[in-house]
């Protein structure tokens, strides 16, 4: 179990330095997160867009990380193809969305010509800094699959687990999350769940512990699985989140930022490497904690 970001990037310093590919960097939040990930001496930088703007960038803000790679790309697809082929070409090894439409950075990390489709579906999980859990939360999906089905919440859940395992868990646990613990026929998402936890009891979903469906306090709390008398073998203790609707995943982590003031990261899962893809919104430190994350991973 990891406790915080922390402890992640204590982790990731005892793991050879990767590269990380950067399509369209022009953004100083961005820029600013290189540089840290530079300081902290987790990660090298590669970047691709317009390298006027981006010296430019470097210049005002009096930033001194080195450029292993720079690719002049002056449009966000061209960028896009181009931070995606130092990952093919084993000249990177995490992704990273920049100043630009996700549909155009994941058009080129799902090309054909570049060979990093694994078979499954994109997902992606934001990692939350939980301080009253005492650990890291991982909820999915809550920004890619807009609605998945019962299948794509299978794969959704088990891009998941792989991750959470990549990270150092042995075996996970993951909650599949609805608003009550029962399964009642006119809540379609408590049947969904009731067949997820199915699955892998037949084995169709490995390498975590499943239940659900779990309305969220069962997932967080013993104390309240205690009060309600919740079977299965989460008491509390989750530490993957599946959510029933992209809008339930982005609002609760979301709530993590806007709420409770808490540190969050975001990565997307399912192609051969991590990409870090976090709002539009998000701070310094998280697009940070997103490459000390998806660094970690990478080192598996």
């Known amino acids: 179990m990891l406790k915080d970001f922390d402890e992640i990037i204590q982790r990731v310093k005892g793991s050879p330095k990767k590269t990380v590919s950067v399509a369209v960097p022009e953004s100083r939040d961005i820029m600013l997160a290189l540089q840290r990930a530079h300081e902290e001496g987790i990660a090298e930088a590669a970047l691709a867009g317009d390298k006027d703007k981006i010296e430019q960038l470097r210049k005002e803000l009096k930033l001194d990380f080195p450029i292993k790679y720079l690719v002049d790309a002056k449009t966000e697809e061209a960028a896009a193809h181009a931070a995606v082929k130092l990952i093919a070409e084993g000249k990177a090894q995490v992704l990273m969305k920049g ?10 990390l799902l090309n054909k010509e570049f060979g990093l ?9 934001f990692i939350l800094e939980a301080k009253p859990c005492g650990r890291l939360l991982y909820v999915s999906d809550s920004a890619v699959n807009i609605a998945p089905d019962l299948e794509r919440k299978k794969q959704i859940l088990q891009n998941a687990i792989d991750f959470v395992r990549a990270l150092g868990y042995e075996r996970p646990k993951a909650a599949i999350l609805a608003a009550v613990e029962d399964v009642k026929d006119k809540m379609p998402v408590t049947v969904e769940a009731d067949k997820l936890t199915q699955m892998a009891k037949e084995g169709l979903i490995t390498g975590a512990d499943v239940f659900g469906p779990l309305a969220l306090d069962d997932a967080l709390s013993p104390w309240v699985c205690a009060e309600k008398i919740i079977p299965g073998p989460i008491q509390g203790d989750a530490d993957i989140l599946l959510v029933p609707t992209i809008e339930a995943g982005n609002m609760l982590s979301k709530a993590q930022m806007f709420i409770a003031n808490g540190a969050l990261a975001g990565i997307a899962l399912g192609a051969k490497v991590p990409m870090v893809l976090n709002s539009r919104a998000d701070t310094v430190s998280n697009r940070f904690y997103a490459i000390a994350v998806a660094c970690l991973a990478a080192s598996v």
Do not use: E
């Open 99 to 108: 100043n630009l439409h996700t549909s155009a950075i994941l058009s080129a």
């Open 117 to 125: 489709r694994t078979g499954r579906p994109i997902s992606h999980v």
